[in-house]
C-alpha cells in the first residue's frame, strides 16, 4: 500500500494524482507520500458520522515537505488530542471506514490507507 | 440581449413536511404561477434545481413530472444539479435561456425532500459529492467546516464567539419569516453551550435538514411590464468552480468560486460590494457567512468576523445580511435554497418583505455548492 501522490512537469505535486496538474501539466511521476511526516495544518473531530464511519471522527488536513515541495492531504488521525503544527507520521489501516454501509459503491474505489499519529 | 426580470416568486414552509419531491415542486411552481398571473402555457422553459432526488427517494425525471402536474407541457424542461448550488445555477441557466432569447417565458423550481432519512444517511448523501480519497476517510460536509473554522479562528485571532453571533443574527432573523424551519430566538450562551458536532463547531453552526421548495418566474423586461410594474432585474449572474479535493487549494480559509463567481456578477451589473444593500449569503455553516462576506468584498481577508461584532449584518445594519434567516435559521433543502435565497432578494427589492423588509435597491445572493467547490452569484435591481 502506498499514498501516491502524482508530480507534474512543472514540480507540482497533487494527492491525489489528476490527469493534468494544477497549471495544465502532465504527470512525469509519483511521490510515496507514506514515506513522509507530515505537519498537521488544521483538525477537527468529527462527532457526527455517516454510516460504516468511526464514531468520534478525528480528522486533519496535513502537509508535506517534499525536498521543497508542498502537498497536502486530508486524512484521519489516531487521536483527536492533537494542535496545529503538530508532525505527525501515516499508519496503515486496512478498512477507513466499512465499503458496504455507505452510498458509494463498494467496487468504485479503495477503502484502505492511513491514518496519521502524533510523532512523540 | 434583453435584461431578464423576475416577475414571480413563491416558496412553500421549510421544514419536516409529509409531501413527496414532486409534490413540493408543484406547490411551489403553481405558487409561483399564480403570484405573477402568468398561466402554465404560457411557460416555455421549465428548470428544476434539484441534487438528489433519486438517491433521497427513488423519483427521478422530476422535471417532466412537474411540467405535467403544471400543465405546462410541452415546455422545455432541464434538471440542474450543481449540488447545494443546484438553485444558483437554475437562476443562471434560467437567465441564458431568457437572455439568450431561447425563452421568453421560464419557470424555475428547485425543492429537495430529505427528512424522511436520518441525518446520518442525508450526511453520506450529501458526502458522496467528495473524491474517493475524501470519501474513505468518512469526511462530511459539516467536518469540512470545522476544519476551515479552526484555522480561521487561529490565523486571523478571531473569538469562537463571533460564529454563534451569526447563528444568533439568523435566528433572530428567521422569527420574521413565516416560511423558515425555526422561528425561535437563541443566545449566544446556548449556541456555544450546544453539543460539539466537528469541533470546534457547535450545533447551532450548523443548518437543518430540510423539506421545501421554491420558484420564480423569469421573462424580458419589455414582457414584465405586460405583467406588473413591480419586478426585479437580474443585473449579474456569476458561475464558478474551485478544486473538486478541498485540500488541495492553497488557502483553504479562501473560497475561489465565491471570489470569482463574485467577480463576474459585480462586472455584469456594474456594481461593486458598496452599491450592495442587502445579501442573502450560504451560511449552511457560520464560517461560510464569513468566507463569503470576504470573498465578495464585503470585508477584507480575516475580518468578516469584526462586522458581526459591530453588528454592520443584522436587519438594522448597514448591511443586512440573510433577512430570511438564511439557511441556518429557514433551513436547507438543497435544491431550493439557491431559489429561496432569489425569492428573499425579490421580496426585498419589490417591498414585499413584509416583517424582514429592509431598504433595498441592489440584492446579491450566493449560493455555495460542496464545501465552495461550486458557486453562482446574483446581483438583482429593483426595476427603474
Known sequence: MTMEAHRYEDGSITYPGHPRGPNGDEPVGTVDLS?????????????????????????????????GQAVRALCQLTTGEVSIGDEVRPVYCEELRDPEAGIREAASQSWDGYRFEPVE | MPDVAVIGASMTQFGRREAWIRELLAEAGTACLDDAGVSPEAVEHLYVSNMASGEFEGQTGVPNALAHDLAAVPAYTQRVDQTSASGGAGIYAAWQSVASGASGMTLLVGGEKMTHRTTGEAT??????????????????????????????????????????????????????????????????????????????????????????????FCPERVAREYTDEYAVVSGVGGSTDTHVVHERVDPTTMGGVVDSGREA?????????????????????????????????????????????????????????????????????????????????????????????????????????????????????AK
Not at chain 2, 429561496?340 to 446579491?364: C, F, P, S, T
Request: glycine share 10%.
Open chain 1, 35 to 67: 514515506d513522509y511526516t507530515a505537519e498537521v495544518v488544521t483538525w477537527t473531530t468529527s462527532q457526527a458520522t455517516p454510516p460504516g464511519v468511526r464514531e468520534p471522527n478525528h480528522l486533519a488536513i496535513v502537509e508535506f515537505d517534499v525536498s
Open chain 2, 124 to 217: 453520506d448523501v450529501i458526502a458522496s459529492l467528495t473524491h474517493p480519497v475524501e470519501y474513505k476517510q468518512g469526511v462530511t460536509l459539516p467536518s469540512f467546516a470545522g476544519l476551515t473554522a479552526r484555522l480561521y479562528l487561529d490565523r486571523f485571532d478571531a473569538p469562537r464567539e463571533s460564529l454563534a453571533k451569526v447563528a444568533v443574527k439568523n435566528h433572530e432573523n428567521g422569527v420574521r419569516n413565516p416560511h423558515a424551519q425555526f422561528r425561535k430566538e437563541i443566545d449566544v450562551e446556548t449556541a456555544m453551550e450546544a453539543p460539539m458536532v466537528a469541533d470546534p463547531l457547535r450545533l447551532y453552526d450548523f443548518c437543518p435538514i430540510t423539506d421545501g421548495s421554491a420558484a420564480l418566474l
Open chain 2, 266 to 382: 459585480y462586472e455584469m451589473a456594474d456594481v461593486g460590494p458598496d452599491d450592495v444593500d442587502v445579501a442573502e449569503l450560504h451560511d449552511m455553516f457560520t464560517i461560510l457567512e464569513f468566507l463569503q462576506m470576504e470573498g465578495l468584498g464585503f470585508a477584507p481577508e480575516g475580518e468578516a468576523w469584526r462586522e458581526i461584532e459591530r453588528g454592520t449584518t443584522e436587519i438594522d445594519g448597514e448591511l443586512p445580511v440573510n433577512t430570511s434567516g438564511g439557511l441556518k435559521s429557514k433551513g436547507h433543502p438543497l435544491g431550493a435554497s439557491g431559489v429561496a435565497q432569489g425569492y428573499e432578494i425579490y421580496k426585498q427589492l419589490v417591498g414585499d418583505a413584509g416583517d424582514r423588509q429592509v431598504d433595498a435597491d441592489v440584492g446579491l445572493a450566493c449560493n455555495v455548492g460542496g464545501f465552495g467547490n461550486c458557486v453562482t452569484t446574483t446581483v438583482m435591481e429593483a
